[in-house]
Every structure is written in structure tokens, then in C-alpha cells.
């Protein structure tokens, strides 16, 4: 039972990284904006999307999602600042979210890993 349920937090959790590579491929220029509002190329969002992308395979793959749990949380925690701002409480939802999955990440690093969900390793 632990492994199913790893495996649908997993799952449940690569689902928003893989929405935010969705998001950045099919229509990059807010992230493009976002990231020029804090003197930022907007070719980051490139790089930006292929690590969501990575994170979201990953997280459902590895068979230890330590390190990807951990860049993911880092990811997450690094993003929100571009969300730090206080008159727009959509905004501050996202920062807030954001560190939300962060926690959630370093939890799932913390667990011992569980192997490969379809190897019963």
C-alpha cells in the first residue's frame, strides 16, 4: 500500500511541474515578462521548461526521488520570490503555493527510497 501511495504523491506532484512546462511552451511570454520585471532574460524560460519537464518524469521514475525532490523544492522556493507580491493576493497565493510544494518535496526526500514502483524493487 505505501508504494501506491507514493507513487499517486508522486504523480500528484510531477502533475504541476509538468502543467508548468505546458504552460511555458505553449505560451512563453509571461513567464518572458515575469522574468524581464526582475532584469532577467526572457530565454530563461527555455531552461525553465525542460527542468519542469525533467522534474516531472523524474519525481515519477527514479528510483530515488531525493535529488529531484530537492531541486524541485529549491526550484519551487526560488520561484516564488518572482510571486513576493503583497497588493496582489493571486500573486501571494502562488508564493504561498509554491513554498506549500516545497514542503511537500522535502518530505518526499526525507522517506527512505521506495525503489521502482513497477519492479517491486
Known sequence: MDRAIDLVGRILIAA???????????DPDPVR?????????????????????????MLVIARD???WALLGAAYCGITSF????????????IFVKNWAIAGGLMVLASRPAPGRWWSGR
Open 33 to 57: 515578462l515575469l522574468l524581464a520585471g526582475w532584469g532577467l532574460p526572457g530565454l530563461l524560460v527555455w531552461p525553465a521548461a525542460a527542468l519542469n519537464a525533467g522534474l516531472a518524469a
Open 82 to 93: 518572482f510571486h513576493l507580491i503583497p497588493e496582489d493576493p493571486w500573486q501571494m497565493t
Open 65 to 67: 526521488p531525493k535529488p
Open 16 to 26: 504541476l511541474f509538468l502543467g508548468g512546462a505546458a504552460q511555458k511552451l505553449s
